[in-house]
T-cell receptor, first 118, second 111 residues
Framework: EAQVTQNPRYLITVTGKKLTVTCSQN?????MSWYRQDPGLGLRQIYY???????DKGDVPEGYKVSRKEKRNFPLILESPSPNQTSLYFC?????????????????FGPGTRLLVL | RKEVEQDPGPFNVPEGATVAFNCTYS??????FFWYRQDCRKEPKLLMS???SGNEDGRFTAQLNRASQYISLLIRDSKLSDSATYLC????????????FGAGTILRVKS
């Protein structure tokens, strides 16, 4: 089954304690990204990766790190979490194909990770 | 100004009603447009892409007006199962498939 998996699904931690949220996809997609979702703000992109060893900042990268050593995995690292990083996090991977009227892109999301930083 | 703006709703409609959502985007260079559906803070799922020629998928019709930078979604014959948050999404291929999400419009269909 084609899917994006994330772990953990729920996490409560304390300020300053390093954590990693894993993300893995089995669809051989080149493009992967991380988003956070907060009430009233929609999904905001944290980091993205266009291929192995190629990562770039999204709109809200401060306080986060990522790595892309393998095509299927794209972990999100919070070196020193703070309460303002309490949020719902989604990992996604995508494929793109051409349509006569434009790009047909399907972004597949993981189930989400609810993070609470105390 | 937000890059993608939507009316947050909620839209409360009876079963069988027709409901329309609108969305505006600020980047005139945007090249791809989508509607995603999100249930109860679960992961968003692609509902449909939006093309300049307009497209229809069953009870759902999407329209794009590039001149006005405006996207719409029409749902006919609403079902209880249509209750969800609908996200307007705009893509910019120049930045490597970067997608910008609206905050979403809440739809509640009631019997």
């Amino acid at each position: 089954e084609a899917q994006v998996t994330q772990n953990p699904r729920y996490l409560i931690t304390v300020t300053g304690k390093k954590l990693t949220v894993t993300c893995s996809q089995n669809m051989n997609h080149e493009y992967m990204s991380w988003y956070r979702q907060d009430p009233g703000l929609g999904l905001r992109q944290i980091y993205y990766s266009m291929n192995v060893e190629v990562t770039d900042k999204g709109d809200v990268p401060e306080g986060y790190k990522v790595s892309r050593k393998e095509k299927r995995n794209f972990p999100l690292i919070l070196e020193s979490p703070s309460p303002n990083q309490t949020s719902l996090y989604f990992c996604a991977s995508s494929s793109t194909s051409n349509h006569q009227d434009g790009y047909q892109e399907t972004q597949y999301f993981g189930p989400g990770t609810r993070l609470l930083v105390l | 100004r937000k890059e993608v703006e939507q009316d947050p709703g909620p839209f409360n409609v009876p079963e069988g009603a027709t409901v329309a959502f609108n969305c505006t985007y600020s980047n005139s260079a945007s090249q791809s447009f989508f509607w995603y559906r999100q249930d109860c803070r679960k992961e968003p799922k692609l509902l449909m892409s939006v093309y300049s020629s307009g497209n229809e998928d069953g009870r759902f019709t999407a329209q794009l007006n590039r001149a006005s930078q405006y996207i719409s979604l029409l749902i006919r014959d609403s079902k209880l199962s249509d209750s969800a948050t609908y996200l307007c999404v705009v893509g910019d291929m120049e930045y490597g498939n970067k997608l910008v999400f609206g905050a979403g419009t809440i739809l509640r269909v009631k019997s």
